[in-house]
C-alpha cells in the first residue's frame, strides 16, 4: 500500500477525464435491502460508464448511533462484497471505506469552522432523535458537517439524494459557499440528482414509510441476500388496502401502489400500465415475488462466490483507499492553505 501522500508537498494528479463525477455513501448499519438497490446500487452501476464514480461506505456515520463494533465490520465487508455483486466495477468506480481516509476527519474540522451550530442543530436528523433519546451524541449533531466533507472531498459535481437527505446537501452547498466567498475558490459546489419516482420503495408492512436498514422489524423488508421462500412471505403478507381491483393510487392505496412500483422498476414498464394485467391482489403478489426473485438471484450468486474469498474484496477496498486518498490529499491541502494554515 502505498502512503497517504504529505499535504504540505501535495503530488501532482491528473485531473480526471472532463464530465461529471458522482459519489455516493452508504452507511453499514444493517443488511442492503432493494430500496438500495432501486434507488441507489442500480443508478451507480448503470452510470459507473458514463460518469466518474466514487462509492464509499460510511462507517463513520454509523458510529452516531448506539453499535456493536463487530456488526460495523461485518456490515462493512458484506456492503461491499454486495456492490460488487450487483455489478459494481471496481475498475471503473472508487470504492473504499470512509475510515480508512483520514482525510473525511481532517476536512470535516476545517468545515465545522466555518459553520453555524444553528445550521446543524436544524437538521431533521437531530431535531427527531434528539426528542427520542436520552443522551444524543454530539457526533448526531456534527455529522452533517461530515458529510459535507464527504462530499466536498473529491469536487464531486452531483449527489444523488432521496428527500431525506436533501437538507444535507443544501448544508454542503452553504458551506462550501461560504468558504469559498470567505477564503477563496476552493471548492466544487455540488448539484442534486433526484431519484426517479420508482426508486422509493415503502416497507411492505407499513407503506407509509421508507423501506430502510434500521426498522424496529424486518417482515417488511426485502434485503438483498434474502433467499427466494423470505422473498415470497414478505410479499405474500404484504399490507395492500380495501378493494378487489388492481389500480395505482399512491395516495389511498399506498399499499398496492408500492407493490406496482417495485414491480414496475423489476420489469422496466410503468406501474399505471402493469394494472390492467392483474385482476386480484394475489396475482399481482404472484408476479411481484417472481420478478424480485429474478432481480436478486445473480445477486445472490454473485455474492456467495465473492465471500467465499474475503480477500478479493478486501484488496478492492484497500485499492480504492489508496486511490481517493490521493485525491483527497490534494482537496485538504486547498483548504488547509486557503484557511490560513500553510503558506
Do not use: W
Not at 452508504?26 to 442500480?42: E, Q, V
Not at 462507517?59 to 465490520?73: F, K, S, Y
Not at 422496466?268 to 411481484?288: E, F, I, N, W
Amino acid at each position: 500500500m502505498t502512503p497517504t501522500a504529505s499535504l504540505t508537498t501535495p503530488t501532482a494528479h491528473p485531473r480526471p477525464t472532463p464530465g461529471v463525477r458522482r459519489i455516493t455513501g452508504l452507511k453499514p448499519t444493517g443488511h442492503l435491502h432493494l430500496g438500495n438497490l432501486l434507488g441507489a446500487i442500480r443508478p451507480i452501476v448503470t452510470g459507473q460508464y458514463r460518469a466518474e464514480t466514487i462509492v464509499f461506505l460510511a462507517d463513520l456515520h454509523a458510529l452516531t448511533v448506539t453499535h456493536q463494533p463487530n456488526e460495523v465490520r461485518a456490515n462493512t465487508l458484506e456492503q461491499a462484497t454486495t456492490l460488487l455483486a450487483a455489478g459494481l466495477d471496481p475498475d471503473r468506480v472508487t470504492l473504499y471505506v470512509q475510515s480508512q481516509v483520514p482525510q473525511h476527519t481532517e476536512l470535516h474540522y476545517l468545515l465545522e469552522c466555518t459553520t453555524g451550530y444553528g445550521e446543524a442543530q436544524r437538521m431533521i436528523q437531530f431535531r427527531e432523535k434528539s426528542v427520542t433519546q436520552p443522551n444524543v451524541r454530539l457526533s448526531l449533531l456534527s455529522y452533517p458537517v461530515l458529510m459535507a466533507a464527504d462530499i466536498l472531498l473529491h469536487d464531486v459535481h452531483e449527489v444523488p439524494v432521496g428527500a431525506d437527505q436533501s437538507q444535507h446537501l443544501e448544508l454542503t452547498r452553504a458551506v462550501a459557499n461560504r468558504f469559498n466567498t470567505r477564503y477563496g475558490d476552493t471548492f466544487v459546489v455540488p448539484r442534486a440528482v433526484l431519484p426517479t419516482v420508482s426508486a422509493r420503495v415503502m416497507d411492505l408492512a407499513d407503506p407509509t414509510r421508507k423501506m430502510g436498514k434500521t426498522a424496529e422489524t424486518d417482515a417488511g423488508i426485502i434485503f438483498l441476500l434474502d433467499p427466494p421462500e423470505v422473498i415470497r412471505r414478505k410479499v405474500t403478507r404484504a399490507v395492500t388496502d380495501p378493494g378487489r381491483t388492481v389500480e395505482y393510487d399512491p395516495q389511498s392505496r399506498p399499499g398496492l401502489a408500492n407493490l406496482l412500483d417495485i414491480l414496475a422498476a423489476a420489469v422496466g414498464d410503468p406501474p399505471t400500465a402493469l394494472t390492467a394485467g392483474y385482476r386480484s391482489y394475489a396475482q399481482l403478489k404472484t408476479a411481484v415475488v417472481e420478478a424480485v426473485d429474478g432481480l436478486l438471484r445473480p445477486i445472490r450468486l454473485r455474492h456467495a462466490e465473492l465471500a467465499r474469498d474475503p480477500g478479493y474484496v478486501r484488496q478492492v477496498l484497500v485499492e480504492g483507499a489508496e486511490r481517493a486518498r490521493d485525491s483527497a490529499a490534494d482537496t485538504v491541502y486547498r483548504a488547509k492553505r486557503a484557511i490560513g494554515l500553510l503558506t
